[in-house]
C-alpha cells in the first residue's frame, strides 16, 4: 500500500502517518455521547455504570488514608505489572467464578480495554483474522482494526456462540488460507445482545479451540453483575493454558479510576509486562492503592449486590416497557449485565432512525457499531444501566413513538405495500450453569 506524502489543507502530515492509522476511527458509541449527554435526552445509548450508588464517603475515605499513610508511595512510580496487593484481591475476586491463579499471573492494566490492546499488539500482525461473536463489543473491534487485522463474525443465539458455526468459520478462513490468531468471547451477558454462553458450549468452543490451536480472549467485565442465577463459571476456570482472561473495575466499582487487568499464561504474562512497560512504564499506584484500601475495609461483596438489585430494577422496567409499548418486536432478556438488543421491524433501519430518535430525545446504539461488516441496521442496542427505572421507561416510550412513525412512512412509500411485523419469541439469557464457585456470592 503507498501512502501519499503530499498533505491536505485539514492535516498536512496527512501523508506522514503509518499505514496502521487506516484503522483508526471514531466508534458509533463516543460519536453518540455530545448528544446523549443532553439533559432533556433519555440516554439508552452508553453503557455507563451507576457510579451514583457507591458510598461516595467510603471513597472519599480511602482516597485519604491513602494519601495519609502512603502518599509518597502512592505518587511514585511503581511495577509494569501492578502492585502485589491489589494482585491478592483480583485473585480472590476471581475465585468467585472459579477460577485459581497465582500472583505472580495477573498483570494490572489502565482499565481492561488496555489489556485487549495488549494482547491485540502481541498477538496480531496485518492481515490476520480475529474471530468473534456477531454482533461483538466495538471497543475491541476497534482495536483489532487498529492493529490492520480482520474480524470475522460467527453467529449466536439464546445461548451465545453457536459451536458448529465456529467450526465452519474456522475450516472456511483456513481453506482460504487466512491465518486466525485470536477468538473474542464475552461469555456473559454479552455486550451488545445481551446473551451468555451457556455451560455446554463452553466446553464444547474450548475443545474447538484447542483442536484448531486459536488463543481464546474471554472478556469478563459484566461476570458478578448476575440478577437471577450466576453465570456458568468462567471458561478460563477450566483451561489455564489456553485462554487470556481479562476483568476490569469498571462496572463492579466505578470506571474513573481505569483500572482493570489480565490473567495470563505464564510466557503472555511476561510479554504483557513488557508491552505494559513500553505502552505506560506502570499503571496508576496511587489508584491501586486506593481500590486495594476500599476491598480491605468496605464491604464490597455488598455493594456488587446493591449494583445488581438497581440493574435489575431497571432492566425490569426496560422489558415491561417494550411489552407494553412494542409488543410486536423482539429482544434478548438479559440474566445480568447492561444491555437489551432489540430487532427492528424488516425494513426498519436503525441507523438511519438515529436522527428523529435524538429529535424525540431519546438516544440508542444503531446495530451497525458492532459489526465489523456494518451489518445490523435492523437491529439496535439498548442500555438500562444508567438511567433511573422511570426514565428507562420514558425512553422506551419515546423509542416506540420512532418506530411507529417510521414504520407508517415506510408502509405509506413501500412498493410492495405494508411490512409484515415480527412476532415475539423473546431470547433467553443464558442455559443452566455450572455450578458457581459461591453460589450466591457476588
Same mark, same amino acid.
Given at each position: 500500500?503507498?501512502?501519499?506524502?503530499?498533505?491536505?489543507?485539514? =492535516?498536512?502530515?496527512?501523508?506522514? &502517518?503509518?499505514?496502521?492509522?487506516?484503522?483508526?476511527?471514531?466508534?458509533?458509541?463516543?460519536?453518540?455521547?455530545?448528544?446523549?449527554?443532553?439533559?432533556?435526552?433519555?440516554?439508552?445509548?452508553?453503557?455507563?455504570?451507576?457510579?451514583?450508588?457507591?458510598?461516595?464517603?467510603?471513597?472519599?475515605?480511602?482516597?485519604?488514608?491513602?494519601?495519609?499513610?502512603? %502518599?509518597?508511595?502512592?505518587?511514585? &512510580?511503581?511495577?509494569?505489572?501492578?502492585?502485589?496487593?491489589?494482585? *491478592?484481591?483480583?485473585?480472590?475476586? +476471581?475465585?468467585? *467464578?472459579?477460577?485459581?491463579?497465582?500472583?505472580?499471573?495477573?498483570?494490572?492494566?489502565?482499565?481492561?480495554? /488496555?489489556?485487549?490492546?495488549?494482547?491485540?499488539?502481541?498477538?496480531?500482525?496485518?492481515?490476520?483474522?480475529? @474471530?468473534?461473536?456477531?454482533?461483538? &463489543?466495538?471497543?475491541? +473491534? %476497534? @482495536?483489532?482494526?487498529?492493529?490492520?487485522?480482520?474480524?470475522?463474525?460467527?453467529?449466536?443465539?439464546?445461548?451465545? +456462540?453457536?459451536?458448529?458455526?465456529?467450526?465452519?468459520?474456522?475450516?472456511? !478462513?483456513?481453506?482460504?488460507?487466512?491465518?486466525?490468531?485470536?477468538?473474542?468471547?464475552?461469555?456473559?451477558?454479552?455486550?451488545?445482545?445481551?446473551?451468555?454462553?451457556?455451560? *455446554?458450549?463452553?466446553?464444547?468452543?474450548?475443545?474447538?479451540?484447542?483442536?484448531?490451536?486459536?488463543? @481464546?480472549?474471554?472478556?469478563?467485565?459484566?461476570?458478578?453483575?448476575?440478577?437471577?442465577?450466576?453465570?456458568?463459571?468462567?471458561?478460563?476456570?477450566?483451561?489455564?493454558?489456553?485462554?487470556?482472561?481479562? %476483568?476490569?473495575?469498571?462496572?463492579?466499582?466505578? $470506571?474513573?479510576?481505569?483500572? %482493570?487487568?489480565?490473567?495470563? $499464561?505464564?510466557? @503472555?504474562?511476561?510479554?504483557?509486562? !513488557?508491552?505494559?512497560?513500553?505502552?505506560?512504564?506502570?499503571?496508576?499506584?496511587?489508584? /491501586?492503592?486506593?481500590?486495594? =484500601?476500599?476491598? =480491605?475495609?468496605?464491604?464490597?461483596?455488598?455493594?456488587?449486590?446493591?449494583?445488581?438489585?438497581?440493574?435489575?430494577?431497571?432492566? =425490569?422496567?426496560?422489558?415491561?416497557?417494550?411489552?407494553?409499548?412494542? $409488543?410486536?418486536?423482539?429482544?434478548?432478556?438479559?440474566?445480568?449485565?447492561?444491555?437489551?438488543? !432489540?430487532?427492528?421491524?424488516?425494513?426498519?433501519?436503525?441507523?438511519? +432512525?438515529?436522527?428523529?430518535?435524538?429529535?424525540?430525545?431519546?438516544?440508542?446504539?444503531?446495530?451497525?457499531?458492532?459489526?465489523?461488516?456494518?451489518?445490523?441496521?435492523?437491529?439496535?442496542?439498548?442500555?438500562?444501566?444508567?438511567?433511573?427505572?422511570?426514565?428507562?421507561?420514558?425512553?422506551?416510550?419515546?423509542?416506540?413513538?420512532?418506530?411507529?412513525?417510521?414504520?407508517?412512512?415506510? /408502509?405509506?412509500?413501500?412498493?410492495?405495500?405494508?411490512?409484515?411485523?415480527?412476532?415475539?419469541?423473546?431470547?433467553?439469557?443464558?442455559?443452566?450453569?455450572?455450578?458457581?464457585?459461591?453460589?450466591?456470592?457476588?
Amino acid at each position: 500500500m503507498t501512502i501519499s506524502r503530499e498533505g491536505t489543507n485539514l =492535516d498536512p502530515w496527512y501523508g506522514h &502517518y503509518a499505514e496502521r492509522t487506516a484503522g483508526l476511527s471514531a466508534s458509533e458509541v463516543r460519536a453518540l455521547f455530545a448528544v446523549a449527554s443532553r439533559p432533556e435526552v433519555v440516554s439508552l445509548a452508553g453503557g455507563m455504570p451507576a457510579v451514583s450508588a457507591l458510598p461516595l464517603d467510603t471513597v472519599a475515605a480511602s482516597m485519604e488514608r491513602v494519601m495519609a499513610e502512603r %502518599g509518597p508511595a502512592a505518587l511514585q &512510580y511503581g511495577s509494569g505489572q501492578g502492585t502485589p496487593e491489589l494482585r *491478592e484481591h483480583i485473585l480472590e475476586i +476471581m475465585a468467585l *467464578e472459579g477460577i485459581r491463579a497465582g500472583v505472580d499471573d495477573v498483570v494490572v492494566t489502565t482499565g481492561s480495554q /488496555q489489556a485487549l490492546d495488549l494482547v491485540a499488539k502481541l498477538f496480531l500482525n496485518p492481515g490476520d483474522v480475529v @474471530i468473534a461473536e456477531s454482533p461483538s &463489543y466495538v471497543g475491541a +473491534m %476497534g @482495536i483489532f482494526r487498529s492493529y490492520q487485522s480482520e474480524v470475522a463474525h460467527v453467529p449466536m443465539d439464546d445461548d451465545g +456462540m453457536i459451536p458448529h458455526a465456529l467450526t465452519e468459520r474456522i475450516a472456511s !478462513l483456513r481453506a482460504a488460507g487466512r491465518s486466525i490468531k485470536l477468538l473474542y468471547l464475552i461469555p456473559n451477558f454479552h455486550n451488545p445482545a445481551g446473551v451468555t454462553l451457556s455451560a *455446554e458450549r463452553r466446553l464444547e468452543i474450548l475443545d474447538i479451540a484447542r483442536r484448531n490451536d486459536i488463543l @481464546i480472549i474471554e472478556d469478563n467485565p459484566y461476570g458478578l453483575l448476575w440478577f437471577d442465577r450466576p453465570a456458568p463459571q468462567a471458561m478460563r476456570s477450566v483451561d489455564d493454558e489456553g485462554i487470556v482472561y481479562l %476483568g476490569s473495575f469498571s462496572k463492579t466499582f466505578a $470506571p474513573g479510576f481505569r483500572v %482493570g487487568w489480565a490473567l495470563a $499464561p505464564h510466557a @503472555i504474562r511476561e510479554k504483557l509486562v !513488557l508491552a505494559a512497560e513500553s505502552a505506560i512504564l506502570s499503571p496508576s499506584s496511587l489508584n /491501586q492503592m486506593i481500590i486495594s =484500601d476500599y476491598l =480491605d475495609r468496605a464491604d464490597w461483596r455488598g455493594q456488587v449486590d446493591v449494583f445488581r438489585d438497581l440493574y435489575r430494577e431497571r432492566r =425490569d422496567a426496560m422489558l415491561d416497557a417494550l411489552d407494553h409499548y412494542l $409488543p410486536d418486536l423482539t429482544w434478548t432478556v438479559p440474566n445480568g449485565g447492561f444491555y437489551v438488543w !432489540l430487532t427492528l421491524p424488516g425494513g426498519l433501519d436503525s441507523k438511519g +432512525m438515529l436522527p428523529r430518535a435524538v429529535k424525540e430525545l431519546v438516544a440508542y446504539t444503531p446495530g451497525t457499531a458492532f459489526y465489523a461488516d456494518g451489518s445490523g441496521r435492523e437491529a439496535l442496542r439498548l442500555a438500562f444501566c444508567y438511567p433511573e427505572a422511570a426514565q428507562v421507561r420514558e425512553g422506551v416510550r419515546r423509542l416506540a413513538t420512532v418506530v411507529r412513525s417510521e414504520t407508517e412512512l415506510l /408502509q405509506t412509500f413501500s412498493p410492495t405495500g405494508p411490512i409484515e411485523t415480527v412476532r415475539r419469541a423473546h431470547a433467553t439469557a443464558s442455559a443452566e450453569p455450572l455450578p458457581p464457585a459461591e453460589r450466591g456470592a457476588p
